[in-house]
């Protein structure tokens, strides 16, 4: 038989951590678009795929384990704790990626070249599996 009022409890923790999960997803893309240093926002305007696809990785990479945590958390505290862990994890793969590990990375992301989003995107689409995965654990 069809609980209403369990529904409806059970409906509004979904409305809040949808809504936390939303909340925290555009605080990191305001913040990653902030840290580096090309203009998504423009690029993408502009019709540059290499900036869509870069962007894309990096915001499918913070959600994968934004899903892990509200999968694996009790609280909205303990869900805004592990949110923030992940945005500065991928924050820190974008800068050990376009600093160390590809120096050129950002250049050729403003050129539009797709093969240097890819590599991006893999990377911070890699960093966030992991991420999830040890969130379990």
């Not at 059970?10 to 936390?20: D, M, N, P």
Request: aromatic fraction near 12%; hydrophobic fraction near 60%.
């Amino acid at each position: 038989m069809f609980d209403w009022f369990v529904f409806q409890q059970g409906a509004i923790a979904f409305l809040i951590a949808f809504a936390a999960a939303g909340v925290f997803t555009l605080g990191f893309k305001v913040i990653y678009q902030w840290v580096t240093p090309y203009h998504e926002r423009t690029l993408i305007r502009e019709g540059n795929p290499a900036a869509a696809i870069a962007l894309g990785g990096a915001l499918i990479g913070y959600v994968l384990p934004l899903a892990s945590a509200l999968s694996h958390t009790v609280s909205l505290m303990e869900f805004a704790a592990w949110a923030l862990l992940a945005g500065v994890i991928q924050i820190v793969a974008f800068v050990v990626t376009s600093k160390l590990a590809f120096k050129n990375l950002v250049t050729r992301i403003e050129a539009g070249e797709i093969a240097a989003a890819i590599y991006l995107a893999a990377i911070t689409i890699c960093v966030g599996l992991l991420n999830a995965a040890c969130m379990t654990a």
